[in-house]
């Protein structure tokens, strides 16, 4: 059985006075399984924070008198009559004839196999139709109108505000329905406690969240909504920055770290070795990293690049200054290509160190001298097996191995590190919160990096990794240019000069990718499968090429066997599932095609084009896609438009919204319900500068005006991380 957040809270600590279960409220009891089924929620909070999405006004609304035809119009009126009709077996009609509210006249809606509208809008229904208005066999119509139900039909009286609600609905649970339901709500559990401390309101001039609460969902005007979401808004804001501030600070006053050298003999070798100049940001963050390092509590800072932008000589100069100072280094990546291609180009980069012994003194200053002959650098993946596995594991304890690249088998019970000093996440987001803290654990609170190639807004990095100081490669190294991105719908003729496309390509001697969204055939979704479509390509469209396959689940031998051969130039085309996405680094492919790309989300995309134009050659990316939804069609628009990876996350979170990024944190903190984080930016640095300045003044919320913060804190984090405010 699944706790709401009531019980969740007074196990933590943390009292909900809204943490009443829907079933048990009077005014919900009947609805709770709908409102549970449709949207998730258990209690009355979660009920009272569906927020309108937006609203009807006098102004926005016409009568059919006036209303222009063959215009898009908002008309309000009552159901006065509803008819179903099937001309032909797949064919089913919904007619519903509505009296204008005004008295004008009546108009017909009509829908086509969408019959559910029927029970959704009973006669006496009064409702807002928008939709084209048109004059049609004599009658003036709307074809599948949007509507929104402003009365129910038990309800006898119309509606007198100015301001009308309009929230996020279901086939199940109406917009009208939720607003009375809402209604009722406030009016028996309200007033709202307040736990925003009174010297903060008024630095703001924020309203008192009840006022808020009520006006939010039954406003006077626009104007008192606005203000209304602007506390909202700042609530929200707030609690995530306050449980951001308590990690950070949990992390600065854990145990303390230990001190690494970054400009010792490794690290000054690596730099004078390099066949290339560093950018500007690559020296920036090395640097930043650097003081990080020195200091004796553990840093905790986030990396992010943009494809190509050079992160992999940034971790290795953090991973040979632990080396040069006496301890062990750990890389761990999601996959096992990942992890063999960050091998790969780590070993690269240390081959133009000097490999004869060297000594350096004990980073603690004891005197000691530590001698190696290195770095030694080694791989551990599920490919790693039996005594050879035995044998790497014993070299690992022993400290003769230096740098440890692996996947989550770096994670394994036996994997023991002698002094494991600096630790390097890449692409965390594949990674759960735990298995983070377990590889953390595997040494003595050693510094840890983590990495992203998916480039992060601002407004994102200082609400998701508040806790964490962040580093940021925005330049790319002389030479990578951007990706050309071409979009083909269903056209064979440009399907087939795509093809012809990869051929020419392999003529010049590259290579190409073929990205397919799933490994194998599905009876549910029409899209192509990376198995069939290599078969189908083998056989039928280059069968002079050499084409390969990998997957992510195919044996482990297979997997990098093939992936060697492509590296080595003796494969052609490579198809692939997502497997490539990240790390994959052959400087000689130089085309992309990716089918059903609108099944990937835009990081996706961003991150598997820039696998192909990374040598000399420039790099061209052509996405199948022909997709069916408004956002579908933005999203693709975005993706051949926008080159820059920043400029890109930026677009992703306007499109899509905040609520399909908090999942990838794991934070155990809510998705925010109101807040956008974009349009309000102004509030997200304001919130964040409030909340750390509050926990560096009371960092247990103990003060008498901050227990009911630390009361919502409790709430919202939910009992895995209680222990941020209970640890005094």
């Not at 790497?392 to 494991?420: K, M």
């Not at 509050?694 to 003060?703: G, I, Q, R, S, T």
């Amino acid at each position: 059985m699944v706790e709401t957040r009531g019980a969740k809270a007074a196990r933590s600590g943390g009292v909900d006075p809204l943490g009443v279960p829907l079933a048990k409220a009077a005014e919900t009891s009947r609805l709770a399984g709908v409102l549970e089924q449709s949207f998730g929620y258990q209690s009355v909070r979660d009920l009272l924070e569906h927020y309108p999405r937006r609203y009807l006004t006098r102004g926005e609304l016409t009568d059919l008198a006036h209303a222009k035809k063959g215009a898009v119009v908002t008309l309000t009126g009552t159901v006065k009559h509803l008819v179903k009709k099937q001309p032909r077996r797949n064919l089913r009609i919904l007619e519903i004839r509505v009296a204008d509210a005004a008295g004008s006249g009546v108009w017909s809606c009509t829908w086509f196999n969408q019959p559910w509208h029927g029970s959704r809008l009973p006669v006496g229904t009064l409702a807002a139709f928008s939709g084209k208005l048109e004059w049609r066999s004599g009658r003036l119509t709307m074809a599948n109108p949007g509507y929104e139900v402003l009365r129910e039909s038990d309800e006898a009286e119309g509606f007198a505000n100015e301001v009308i609600a309009v929230y996020p609905a279901t086939k199940d649970v109406s917009s009208g329905r939720l607003r009375r339901v809402i209604g009722q709500l406030l009016d028996h559990h309200g007033p709202l406690p307040d736990f925003l401390p009174e010297r903060l309101r008024q630095a703001h001039r924020l309203v008192g969240r009840a006022e808020a609460m009520e006006v939010i969902h039954r406003p006077p005007d626009l104007a008192a909504a606005d203000r209304a979401r602007r506390r909202l808004v700042y609530d929200e804001l707030l609690v995530l920055q306050v449980g951001l501030a308590l990690r950070r600070r949990a992390i600065s006053d854990g145990e303390g770290g230990h001190p690494l050298r970054s400009d010792g003999p490794l690290t000054e070798q690596l730099l004078a070795s390099l066949p290339f100049t560093p950018t500007k940001a690559q020296d920036r963050a090395m640097a930043e990293i650097g003081e990080d390092l020195a200091r004796s509590r553990p840093m905790h800072r986030l990396l992010q690049g943009e494809v190509g932008s050079g992160k992999t000589l940034v971790s290795l100069h953090m991973l040979l200054a632990a080396v040069q100072s006496g301890f062990q280094g750990a890389l761990m990546a999601p996959t096992e290509v990942l992890a063999d291609q960050h091998f790969i180009n780590l070993r690269a980069l240390l081959d133009g160190l000097d490999q004869a012994g060297r000594t350096t003194d004990s980073p603690t200053g004891d005197g000691r001298l530590f001698d190696f002959a290195g770095p030694r650098i080694e791989v551990l993946t599920a490919a790693t097996t039996g005594a050879a596995r035995e044998r790497l594991l014993a070299a690992v304890a022993a400290g003769e191995v230096d740098i440890l690249v692996g996947t989550h088998a770096l994670l394994s019970e036996g994997v023991d590190f002698q002094r494991l000093g600096a630790v390097v996440v890449d692409e965390q987001h594949r990674f759960g919160v735990h298995q983070r803290v377990r590889l953390r654990e595997k040494g003595d609170n050693p510094h840890v990096l983590i990495m992203t190639a998916t480039p992060i807004p601002r407004t994102l990095a200082l609400t998701l990794y508040g806790d964490l100081d962040v580093s940021t490669l925005d330049e790319l190294p002389p030479g990578r240019h951007p990706v050309a991105t071409h979009l083909v719908a269903g056209d064979p003729a440009l399907r087939e000069r795509a093809y012809q496309r990869v051929r020419e390509e392999v003529a010049a001697s590259h290579q190409a990718y073929v990205v397919c969204a799933l490994k194998d055939e599905s009876d549910k979704l029409e899209i192509r499968s990376a198995k069939a479509e290599a078969e189908r390509l083998r056989t039928e469209v280059f069968p002079d090429l050499r084409v390969g396959l990998v997957y992510g689940d195919m044996a482990a031998r297979e997997k990098e066997a093939t992936m060697n051969a492509f590296r080595a130039g003796e494969l052609d085309v490579l198809v692939s599932t997502t497997v490539i996405e990240v790390g994959v680094d052959v400087a000689n492919a130089t085309v992309m095609l990716v089918e059903d790309a609108d099944r990937f989300g835009l990081s996706q995309l961003h991150q598997l084009r820039g696998r192909v134009g990374r040598g000399t050659a420039p790099g061209l990316c052509i996405l199948f896609a022909d997709p069916a939804s408004d956002e579908g069609r933005a999203r693709m628009d975005a993706i051949a438009r926008i080159s820059d990876g920043f400029e890109l996350a930026n677009e992703d979170l306007r499109i899509r919204g905040e609520g399909t990024v908090f999942d990838a944190r794991q934070s155990g903190l809510s998705d925010l319900k109101l807040a956008r984080l974009i349009e309000d930016f102004e509030w997200v640095t304001k919130a964040r500068a409030d909340a750390f300045r509050l926990v560096e003044d009371d960092p247990n919320l103990a003060a008498a005006e901050h227990r009911a913060l630390r009361a919502e804190v409790l709430l919202r984090l939910g009992d895995d991380r209680a222990e941020w405010l209970s640890r005094g």
